[in-house]
């Protein structure tokens, strides 16, 4: 395999010592850096440009990735936190080197990273076919645990097996790794969800005691929740959309007999009271108007 396709699976960024172990030597990567194809980071490291600065961060550290930021490089839902979390071998010495090409030549974060947050651990044994600047999936949510809620810790694992990082076989033995109150609720998961802040929905509308189906087919339609078998509830995130469509699709959901409230990130988090008070208020109308046709009330 070609050189850069290599790197390109390692996450962009790799030590030498592990492109060895993958058949590439010496002299092919000192051609590639003298070509300008690859960055040298650190003595040791190299890179391409698509290389994530908070991974050539970790490098630099001497660490890896772990927590929340181990998660989101693997496009999974990584909760709250904008933490960098780093992790370095137990019982070492945290060095700090100097980048050998200056950070900004890489690929930004999506968005600007907090403070570092360091951790020393027992280090995994290093697989050569993966990513070494990043903790394994199951490490990155046993940190993540520490720091954040149950709910978020649930949504990442339901993310994790939904982007095919983490089988559902493989969740069983994770359970064993957190502390026990985790378990309740993720017994509660179903694997449907299709974005973390679906899992969080699910989860907060079941413990208000709605009635709660999820990724529901109606017509040519699938839809996130449905409470109570008539109010639609999409949960939208950061996801760009098709406004023209997405008209045409709630149009029709409508007509179908349905109600619909479409939400982000900021109704869920930071807005979740006036989200749920907007909720009630439409059930409490469509309850009102049901009990008013019944009694032959005209309006």
Do not use: C
Not at 183 to 207: P, Q, W
Request: hydrophobic residues 45%; positive net charge.
């Amino acid at each position: 395999m070609h050189l850069t396709n290599t790197l390109a699976q390692l996450g962009y960024l790799a030590s030498r010592r592990q492109l060895a172990d993958l058949g590439f030597g010496r002299r092919a990567i000192d051609r590639a850096l003298a070509g300008g194809v690859l960055l040298p980071v650190r003595p040791g490291w190299v890179a391409t440009t698509q290389a994530n600065q908070l991974a050539v961060i970790a490098v630099l550290n001497g660490a890896r990735l772990t927590g929340g930021t181990a998660l989101r490089s693997f496009g999974i839902w990584d909760g709250l936190d904008q933490h960098v979390h780093l992790q370095l071998p137990a019982n070492s010495h945290r060095i700090i080197r100097s980048p050998s090409t200056p950070i900004g030549r890489f690929t930004p974060p999506r968005f600007p990273p907090g403070p570092l947050v360091i951790e020393w651990a027992a280090a995994a044994r290093a697989d050569s076919h993966s990513p070494q600047w990043r903790v394994s999936v199951t490490d990155a949510i046993v940190r993540f645990a520490r720091v954040e809620s149950d709910e978020q810790v649930a949504a990442a694992i339901e993310s994790a097996v939904h982007e095919k990082r983490m089988r559902r076989a493989e969740v069983s033995a994770l359970m064993e790794r957190l502390p026990r109150r985790f378990r309740r609720i993720l017994t509660r998961l179903n694997f449907k969800a299709e974005s973390g802040l679906e899992s969080i929905g699910v989860l907060r509308f079941e413990d208000l005691g709605y009635d709660v189906a999820q990724q529901v087919q109606i017509g040519p339609d699938r839809v996130d929740i449905v409470l109570d078998g008539w109010l639609i509830i999409e949960l939208d995130g950061d996801a760009h959309h098709d406004v023209a469509r997405d008209r045409k699709r709630t149009n029709r959901l409508i007509r179908a007999g349905y109600s619909l409230l479409r939400f982000g990130y900021v109704d869920v988090f930071f807005e979740w009271d006036a989200t749920l008070a907007l909720v009630q208020q439409v059930r409490g109308e469509r309850t009102f108007a049901q009990e008013s046709a019944v009694a032959g009330i005209a309006f």
